[in-house]
């Protein structure tokens, strides 16, 4: 029996995702179909490279020798067809899958992905908003938005931006519960907090001083959510102090449906991330909607004001189309 190179493509995917399951998602395959094509490039070899169970699969040390020797080999062949092809970014073609936070993705997102998908015709995208947050090998995902601390090292990531954090309520609570004057003091107060990062319900400013440690608080959260948009619309409802990332809170600190409060004590800010699974060879479409990110989410921030929304849209439109 000989090897294909489809064989060998399925071999490093399942290396990679560490599964046939995660591997035939990402693929958009059968795991039926991936197990025949490892079986039969394991036939082509004459060596076992999987130890196969139930439910995983584990590399065998010809397994692992294989992958590489492999992967120089074919990045090297992804890199010369990239550099051969005529048409370069026009050629985007396949399936990207996106998932993002819910909030930031309905408010922020759209025009970005809208503006790609009109460049890039031959694309087909995939996109799921969800606050919880996913693994992008198993979900057989591409790119992932995450906002806060990446905690998963083995991801790859590219920052967009940085994202203050602000602690609010509404006027209405202000003038029932009045005005907390220092972060010890909200713990005498009703908190709103995201279902998904606070679980402890404790909330941590920076230090106050250089070389000073953090000052935390243990809130009294009456109200846990798994959304930020609803914790917002929460916190205008004058239900509770609320610490919201600034592109949440930005909108209703304006129109006056939420004020600030605690000016002079700073939350740790969070980072707006692109992420992506762990590989020796970052596809053209991957690479390509990254950099599409990074020129939307260049100061002014689209949350800033409308003028700075309607100019981080201007600046995506003044990018070159790959058509010319």
Not at 46 to 54: A, D, I, N, P, Y
Not at 135 to 163: N, T
Not at 196 to 208: C, I, K, S, T
Request: hydrophobic letters at 40%; one cysteine or more; proline letters at 5%.
């Amino acid at each position: 029996m000989k090897w294909r190179f489809e064989d060998i493509l399925t071999f490093v995917r399942v290396m990679e995702s560490g599964s046939i399951t995660a591997a035939a998602e990402r693929m958009n395959s059968s795991k039926s179909v991936l197990s025949r094509r490892i079986s039969n490039l394991e036939s082509a070899l004459g060596v076992e490279l999987f130890q196969r169970s139930t439910r995983h699969v584990k590399p065998t040390d010809n397994g692992d020798a294989f992958y590489e020797r492999m992967i120089p080999l074919i990045h090297e062949i992804n890199q010369t067809v990239e550099r051969l092809s005529t048409t370069g970014e026009k050629s985007l073609r396949g399936q990207l899958r996106i998932t993002a936070p819910m909030s930031f993705g309905a408010m922020y997102l759209g025009p970005v992905i809208a503006e790609f998908a009109q460049r890039h015709s031959g694309l087909e995208l995939a996109i799921d908003y969800e606050d919880r947050l996913v693994d992008l090998v198993q979900g057989g995902y591409d790119i992932g938005i995450r906002i806060g601390h990446l905690r998963d090292s083995s991801l790859r990531a590219r920052k967009l931006c940085d994202c203050p954090r602000v602690v609010v309520c509404s006027p209405s609570y202000v003038e029932a519960h009045g005005e907390p004057q220092s972060v010890a003091e909200l713990a005498n107060h009703q908190g709103i907090d995201y279902a998904y990062v606070h679980a402890n319900r404790l909330w941590q400013f920076e230090p106050e001083g250089k070389g000073g440690s953090p000052v935390n608080v243990s809130m009294r959260s009456r109200i846990v959510i798994n959304n930020g948009g609803a914790m917002r619309e929460m916190a205008i409802a004058g239900l509770g102090i609320a610490s919201l990332p600034i592109f949440l809170a930005a909108d209703g600190l304006r129109e006056g449906s939420l004020v600030q409060i605690l000016r002079n004590y700073r939350l740790t800010p969070y980072t707006i991330s692109a992420v992506y699974p762990p590989t020796h060879h970052v596809s053209t479409k991957v690479r390509t909607f990254i950099n599409f990110l990074v020129q939307f989410f260049t100061a002014p921030l689209p949350w800033e004001d409308d003028e700075a929304g309607q100019l981080a849209l201007r600046r995506l439109r003044s990018i070159r189309r790959p058509d010319g």
